[in-house]
């Protein structure tokens, strides 16, 4: 079994951060098409921005990202800091905030994570 935490980090400014949104949720799906891999999904720091602009179903890569939902979390302080906790709250995505309002990378890693990030 693969452990496998794939961590967007891009922001939404520019056509190279959609690249690399792109690149992380197809490895992403990758990753969750192999029934015996443990995936995470975390959108973080600037991150955090996309889960609002990928719910809106006429966003190009909606239903990439609509399959992988389930395994998406979001950055706690993050969200809050970008602006966008009001819109994740309404997404129902969960939220992360075990090492100080962030999610703990420490535990990732200790769990046996290989941690990739976009």
Do not use: K
């Not at 609002?52 to 609509?66: A, F, G, N, V």
């Not at 979390?73 to 129902?92: L, M, Q």
Request: charged share 30%.
């Amino acid at each position: 079994m693969t452990r496998a935490a794939i961590v967007i980090l891009a922001g939404t400014e520019s056509h190279s951060d959609l690249g690399r949104l792109v690149n992380g949720l197809e490895a992403a799906r990758e990753f969750d098409e192999n029934p015996e891999d443990d995936l995470e999904l975390i959108f973080d720091g600037a991150g955090t921005q996309w889960i609002p602009e990928l719910e809106d179903e006429s966003h190009d890569y909606h239903e990439l990202y609509r399959s992988l939902s389930e395994e998406a979390a979001v950055c706690d302080y993050c969200a809050n800091a970008f602006g966008v906790d009001d819109a994740v709250a309404e997404t129902g995505v969960v939220t992360v905030d075990e090492n100080g309002g962030h999610p703990s990378v420490r535990s990732l890693v200790d769990e046996g994570h290989e941690i990739i990030t976009f």
